[in-house]
């Protein structure tokens, strides 16, 4: 085979990729703004004959969408702010210091991030329960916690990795103290990182499903995913609301992924592979 | 001092639950009766578990959907990175990241996009099969037990082929070129270069990537929970799943508590020596 049908078909192999992975999630765009009586004739219709709101109208009269927006928001918000807050002190401990156990203490890090979740919800469950957190977002953040602070040490410290040491070096030289220049050198040459940890931080509290169905059980706490599921009874499928749902879900998600993925994919793979 | 906080937020997140895991495990307590003080019961809780069939059974169920799932994600992102990676240099990145974003949608809408395009009725699998005559009757996806099985392997595949992907192409543009040309000098053929330079350059990070992989998705209860919730008939009833049905809807918190830690047991032995022999830990 010659060179011009290898890249025919390389381009025709990408191709169908591309619409493996985007023809789902157009098709749950597209399905959310066709008009009721289309979605459901059981025949095929590419795009609708109309487009419609209709479905995120019933939506935020049937179901408290805003209030579980609010809810998510806030536990995705504080979950990644404390996140990022804690594992800016721990990355720049982990660099600048020598201390006992160093290695050991990064290994706890790298098997916290590692670590599936699902296999202590017994005992968070009864954690929460002594602790009073049933029912309570701190309590959410908190079990949030678990997966977003390992991952921000993680991809924050491959962040800190690309200052040289040598500009620290310099300033101690200068007379500047070893916290002078985390103040001075390291936050402010590290800002694109936490702004991209932090959203990262945010997509993955904003995303768990659960947690959330763990320790909530009041309608008025539920977060976004909690909301979704809930569209789904034994009796009944919502599918109005479960598409718009879904997208609306979706939207924040894929907003900030478009701002932030170059970064992401970046610090994913350089930690990965150090 | 400065790593002091990290070290109590995960202390009393992952680690104390996890020793409070085992003290549950080996006693009586119920869901149902969270203010008294639980029995210690010794091992009643891992014999009952391991000597009832329900647990074997889902075991199966689990290494069938994980095995098979991370095997075509493996080979499918690796596919993916390789044709990604024959592309002019200053696109590879952008097509990467492009490609990246089921990775990280949430998994619940993930669920509900594939139940919807998977439904019997309206959905538009069985739209397209039943229009070009492929099938006569429509398919119940998700209610046919080996059916539901097939399907959540290709939605856990969808959904998380893109980090094989993006760590492979990583791993990849990092094989220096000159290793490629002397081959060509040698006249080396395409297959051959994959075969004898790629493969063995990638067996490394593919060894991570599978084991990492092999922990998250033994591991991941939601998309099954809102697809199947375990059913139907529970040909989808995972570890997880029955983790979650135990403690929370059998209220037996005990048994749940030994079902998890025999989890973590045959995690720790078959993932983690493979990780740590990886050096990444």
Known sequence: ?274 | MLIVPVFLVLGLVIFYPLAMNLRLSLSDADLLRLRQAPQFVGLANYVKTLSDPVFWASLATTLIITVSAVFIQIVLGTATALLIDRQPRRFQFFLASILFLPYVLPTVAIAMMWKWMLNETYGIVNQVFLTSGIIEQPISWLGNPSLAVLSVILIEVWARFPFVMVIVLASLTSIPEQLYEAAKLDGASWRQLILHITLPWLKFVLIIVASIRFLWTFNHLELIWVLTKGGPSKATTTLPILVFTRGFLGYDLSRAAALSFIMLVILMSIVMPRIQKANVV
């Open chain 1, 1 to 274: 085979m010659n060179k011009i049908s290898y890249s025919i078909l390389n381009y025709f192999g990408l191709s169908l990729i591309f619409v493996f992975v985007f023809l789902p999630i157009c098709w749950l765009m597209i399905s959310s703004v066709t008009p009721p009586a289309e979605l459901f004739s059981g025949t095929i219709r590419l795009l609708p004959s109309r487009l419609t709101l209709e479905h995120y109208f019933n939506l935020t009269k049937a179901r408290p969408i805003l209030s579980s927006f609010f809810n998510s928001l806030k536990v995705a918000g504080f979950t990644s702010g404390l996140s990022l807050l804690i594992s800016i002190f721990a990355c720049f401990g982990f660099r600048s210091f020598t201390f006992w156990g160093k290695k050991t203490l990064w290994s706890l890090i790298l098997f916290s991030y590692l670590f599936p979740g699902v296999l202590i919800i017994i005992p968070l469950y009864f954690l929460m329960f002594s602790l009073r957190l049933l029912n309570t977002h701190s309590g959410l953040v908190l079990a949030h916690s678990s997966f977003v602070l390992p991952l921000a040490v993680y991809l924050l410290s491959s962040f800190f990795r690309t200052i040289p040491v040598e500009i620290g070096d310099a300033a101690l030289t200068d007379g500047c103290s070893k916290m002078g220049t985390l103040f001075r050198i390291t936050i402010p040459l590290s800002l694109p990182g936490f702004l991209t940890v932090g959203l990262f931080g945010f997509i993955l509290s904003w995303n768990n499903y659960l947690f959330a169905m763990i320790l909530l059980n009041r309608s008025s706490k539920y977060t976004l995913p909690l909301l979704i599921a809930q569209a789904i009874q034994p009796d009944q499928i919502f599918w109005g609301d479960l598409l718009t749902l879904s997208v609306v879900t979706c939207l924040p998600v894929i907003v900030i992924f478009v701002f932030i993925n170059r970064h992401f994919v970046k610090g994913l793979t350089a930690g990965a592979l150090k």
